[in-house]
T-cell receptor
Framework: AQTVTQSQPEMSVQEAETVTLSCTYDTSENNYYLFWYKQPPSRQMILVIRQEAYKQQNATENRFSVNFQKAAKSFSLKISDSQLGDTAMYFCAFMDPDAGGTSYGKLTFGQGTILTVHP | NAGVMQNPRHLVRRRGQEARLRCSPMKGHSHVYWYRQLPEEGLKFMVYLQKENIIDESGMPKERFSAEFPKEGPSILRIQQVVRGDSAAYFC??????????????FGPGTRLTVT
């Protein structure tokens, strides 16, 4: 079974600065997807960014980018020019899209990192 | 295109009562997933359904919990004889079929169940 570990329960950053959230995972699969979700106080789960494991290029979405190290099974999220609205819980998630049919699409989440952006 | 809808948003039940949580997937989506988030924890997979079929229920507790996704109408997560430990946020997500590319899941706003 896959596992996802986020070793930072809480992080804080000053507005306009850069912060990196860590995520490691364990799998024996070669083809999979990784995601970062944001959960603000409203509790709505919002997809921030995704990475396909077969792609070497790191995904980027505006101020959000990832550092995907497949060999090390590491998938960190970098937030540049942090904004107050970035304050939220961030979850790293793993998906194996080819897992024997029955597990198709199932997301495995990490424990989450609470990010606070200070003015 | 409306997003994933869940209702109710908040549900209070006394111990021993039944809880019914509803999820309407996005238009055109035929895959539904239910996740549970206990306080201060990440989301845990419960069950994966397609129309009229349960594909994977490996995350569902063996007793008191059931789920369905009928041909017509929303998906229902049903919890019988609720206990305090069932208090959590329950999230539904939907996705299009596999043939349409990466199985990206879109989440509803969740139902917060409180058992008193």
């Amino acid at each position: 079974a896959q596992t996802v570990t986020q070793s930072q329960p809480e992080m804080s950053v000053q507005e306009a600065e850069t912060v990196t959230l860590s995520c490691t995972y364990d799998t024996s699969e070669n083809n999979y997807y990784l995601f970062w979700y944001k959960q603000p106080p409203s509790r709505q789960m919002i997809l921030v960014i995704r990475q396909e494991a077969y792609k070497q290029q790191n995904a980027t979405e505006n101020r959000f980018s990832v550092n995907f190290q497949k060999a090390a099974k590491s998938f960190s999220l970098k937030i540049s020019d942090s904004q107050l609205g970035d304050t939220a819980m961030y979850f790293c998630a793993f998906m194996d899209p080819d897992a024997g049919g029955t597990s198709y699409g199932k997301l495995t989440f990490g424990q989450g990192t609470i990010l606070t952006v200070h003015p | 295109n409306a997003g994933v809808m869940q209702n109710p948003r908040h549900l209070v039940r006394r111990r021993g009562q039944e809880a019914r949580l509803r999820c309407s997937p996005m238009k055109g989506h035929s895959h539904v997933y239910w996740y549970r988030q206990l306080p201060e924890e990440g989301l845990k997979f419960m069950v994966y359904l397609q129309k009229e079929n349960i594909i994977d229920e490996s995350g569902m507790p063996k007793e008191r919990f059931s789920a369905e996704f009928p041909k017509e109408g929303p998906s229902i997560l049903r919890i019988q004889q609720v206990v305090r430990g069932d208090s959590a946020a329950y999230f539904c997500a939907s996705s299009p079929s596999k043939g349409q590319g990466v199985n990206e899941q879109y989440f509803g706003p969740g139902t917060r169940l409180t058992v008193t």
